[in-house]
């Protein structure tokens, strides 16, 4: 019981951190799409197509586009509480356990 009284009285901050995490989610999930314009864009100039390159490949074992989109996906991951079902679980796993 104290454990949902207490999930209640930090909804508020939850609230506020879920709203700031979507946000971030969502402009990560920009950039990989902006990047990815950049990594696929056929550049004349020798040097943009270097640099396009070093996106692609530079030194990593995937494209940075790609990367970007997995810690998006990592990030909207991060908000499962909002799940009616998961949030449920979680709570009565937590109450039960502590």
């Known amino acids: 019981m104290f454990h949902i009284l207490w999930a209640f009285a930090k909804a508020g901050s939850v609230g506020l951190f879920s709203s700031r995490i979507d946000k971030i989610g ?18 004349k100039s020798a040097s943009l197509q270097e640099m396009a390159n070093e996106l692609k490949q530079g030194g990593h074992a995937e494209p940075i586009s790609k990367a970007f989109k997995k810690l998006a996906v990592l990030i909207n991951n991060l908000d499962a509480r909002n799940n009616v079902f998961v949030g449920i679980f979680l709570n009565l796993f937590f ?3 502590f």
């Open 26 to 43: 969502g402009i990560l999930a920009s950039y990989a799409d902006a990047i990815q314009a950049i990594e696929n864009h056929a550049w």
């Open 95 to 97: 109450a039960v356990g």
